[in-house]
T-cell receptor, first 117, second 115 residues
Framework: AQKITQTQPGMFVQEKEAVTLDCTYD???????LFWYKQPSSGEMIFLIY??????QNATEGRYSLNFQKARKSANLVISASQLGDSAMYFC??????????????FGKGTLLTVNP | EAGVAQSPRYKIIEKRQSVAFWCNPI?????LYWYQQILGQGPKLLIQ????????DSQLPKDRFSAERLKGVDSTLKIQPAKLEDSAVYLC?????????????FGPGTRLTVL
């Protein structure tokens, strides 16, 4: 069984500063993928960034980057230059294959990020 | 491109009543997922469809929950009868199958309150 652990229930950051949200995972699969989603108070899950287990470089998407340390089984999200609109719940998730090209996601419990002005 | 649509956005019912949720995935997305998100937790997969076939329903409480995707497009999730612990946000997500992509795209969710 796979497991995603997010140890920070809440985080605070000052506007324009960088923040790191932690995620560790547990899997015996060789091929897997890690995702980060943002969930604002409106409830929609917004895809932010993806890292494949065989990707040699850390993924980046604008102000988001993923600090992937395979040996430590960690996939931390780094948000640079925080903005007030970044205040939201952030979920780490891991892909679990369902057979063929199908897969499902297993989510962590999330981290509530608050950006202070 | 339109996103995943869900309705209703909010629903309040009493325990033992029935309720149904509707999802319209992004056009062309063959894979559709229903998740349950209880307050303070991450989403948990209930059921996964590939076109109109079920791929995974291992975590669906089949004594009260049912889902269908008859024409491989829209999907409905039903709860009958509802219990207090069913209070949650029900999220629908879809994923394309043309080409290789891992990203699931989520709808806005339906917030269910069972009294």
């Amino acid at each position: 069984a796979q497991k995603i652990t997010q140890t920070q229930p809440g985080m605070f950051v000052q506007e324009k500063e960088a923040v790191t949200l932690d995620c560790t995972y547990d899997t015996s699969d060789q091929s897997y993928g890690l995702f980060w989603y943002k969930q604002p108070s409106s409830g929609e899950m917004i895809f932010l960034i993806y890292q494949g287990s065989y990707d040699e470089q850390n993924a980046t998407e604008g102000r988001y980057s993923l600090n992937f340390q395979k040996a430590r089984k960690s996939a931390n999200l780094v948000i640079s230059a925080s903005q007030l609109g970044d205040s939201a719940m952030y979920f780490c998730a891991m892909r679990e294959n369902s057979g063929g090209s199908n897969y499902k996601l297993t989510f962590g419990k999330g981290t509530l990020l608050t950006v202070n002005p | 491109e339109a996103g995943v649509a869900q309705s209703p956005r909010y629903k309040i019912i009493e325990k033992r009543q029935s309720v149904a949720f509707w999802c319209n995935p992004i056009s062309g997305h063959a894979t559709l997922y229903w998740y349950q998100q209880i307050l303070g937790q991450g989403p948990k997969l209930l059921i996964q469809f590939q076109n109109n076939g079920v791929v995974d329903d291992s975590q669906l409480p089949k004594d009260r929950f049912s889902a269908e995707r008859l024409k491989g497009v829209d999907s409905t999730l039903k709860i009958q009868p509802a219990k207090l612990e069913d209070s949650a946000v029900y999220l629908c997500a879809s994923r394309p199958t043309s080409g290789y992509t891992d990203t699931q795209y989520f709808g806005p969710g339906t917030r269910l309150t069972v009294l």
